[in-house]
């Protein structure tokens, strides 16, 4: 049954010879990170001051950032509804009121906070921008397949080691590498002004630099134990900003960059971003401007409501741990930036596939049964 199933979806994929790193650079939006605000009574006109700051950066397009206020007064009554922001507010052992709460997009599930500190200049303005995503958004504008962070484990000849190999992989990738072939469709057709290649780098980020702790903290976050590992860390960040499962120490080898490089690069058969592994990070960045065609802004597409249909092309990458379960299953979800697409009746192709599933999953029985017959 599991295999008619997968093999059911599989039949759904949408044919599409545009690159997944283009695809994604193209048509994917950021989802939103959420930003909580504590703060008990009515915040100093200096506070207000920043909050207004921060409040007009996200109003700007492209900006994946949702704000929230919370007055510590309104838990001070345990009730069921907020149990959520209570849970949240007492894992700040440390909080000085006001304090910010960042955590992941919400259909991650992963409650556990990326980064938390006061309500000062330097920590908001830390929060949407630093040096190495000020580089990695250049990058990745100018048509990069992907730029691979290297989270330094802080021991020089290890991470040293790791940045060689990743360098020297991917300078053959560069010239082995093939793109697909884009046909007249308008399913193929390129969006954006930037030139379509294939082209890799490295960015490092110390682990300990006090202007990449919010990048560190998106990065580290995202799987239970990799804040405690002391290996050096590999993240391969494509589109605008998603990033894949890591590559983690002995785990950095040629065939592993190979398949994560093989799959960014193949045609993108699956056009729904939640469909896709990775997840995004928060930066600060004019997108439509920066892809811009002649000076007409680019718009994502609303990824979500697309429908895929046809064969996949899958392709094998890393795989990763599970993410944290949430601390309550009454934790607030704020809205992004995305409408999520209602569901539709099944469609011929549906049909199709699932009589193919029963088919191979006849055939593959068949190949598991024989064997048996004859030892």
């Known amino acids: 049954m599991a295999l008619g199933i997968a093999l059911a979806g599989a039949a759904l994929a949408h044919a599409c010879n545009v690159p997944v790193f283009r695809f994604a650079l193209e048509r994917w939006r950021p989802d939103a990170y959420r930003l909580t605000l504590f703060h008990r009574g009515p915040l100093t006109a200096s506070d207000r001051e920043l909050m207004q700051s921060l409040a007009g950066t996200i109003e700007k397009p492209n900006n994946n950032l949702a704000i929230r206020t919370i007055d510590v007064t309104s838990l001070d009554q345990p009730i069921e509804e907020n149990s959520a922001e209570r849970m949240l507010l007492a894992a700040q052992a440390s909080a000085s009121l006001p304090w910010l709460v960042l955590q992941y997009p919400p259909y991650l599930r992963i409650e556990v906070p990326v980064w938390a500190g006061p309500l000062q200049q330097g920590t908001v303005s830390q929060l949407l921008e630093s040096p190495v995503r000020s580089e990695l958004v250049s990058r990745l504008a100018d048509g990069q397949t992907a730029v691979w962070l290297l989270l330094e484990s802080g021991q020089p000849d290890r991470d040293n080691a790791a940045a060689d190999l990743l360098a020297a992989e991917l300078r053959v990738l560069e010239k082995e590498l093939k793109l697909p072939e884009l046909s007249s469709s308008p399913d193929d057709e390129l969006l954006a002004a930037t030139p379509l290649k294939i082209a890799f780098s490295i960015l490092r980020v110390p682990r300990d630099a006090a202007d990449e702790q919010a990048l560190a903290g998106m990065l580290v976050r995202a799987e239970p134990d990799l804040a405690d590992r002391t290996d050096p860390i590999v993240f391969p ?66 990824t979500r409501s697309l429908k895929p249909a046809g064969p996949p092309q899958l392709v094998p990458i890393p795989s990763g741990s599970p993410p944290l379960p949430p601390l309550t299953a009454s934790a607030p979800v704020l809205p992004t930036n995305e409408s999520t697409a209602a569901a539709t009746p099944p469609t011929n192709w549906f049909i199709a596939g699932i009589a193919l599933a029963g088919v191979l999953a006849i055939i593959l029985l068949g190949a598991v049964v024989r064997p048996r017959q004859s030892a």
């Open 237 to 302: 960040v494509f589109g605008r900003g998603r990033v894949l499962l890591p590559l983690i120490g002995a785990g950095i080898t040629p065939k592993n960059i190979h398949d994560v490089s093989e799959f960014l690069v193949g045609p993108c058969s699956c056009q729904v971003k939640e469909q896709n592994p990775g997840f995004d990070l928060l930066i600060s960045a004019d997108w439509e401007d920066a892809l811009s065609q002649h000076g007409v802004p680019l718009t994502a597409t609303e």
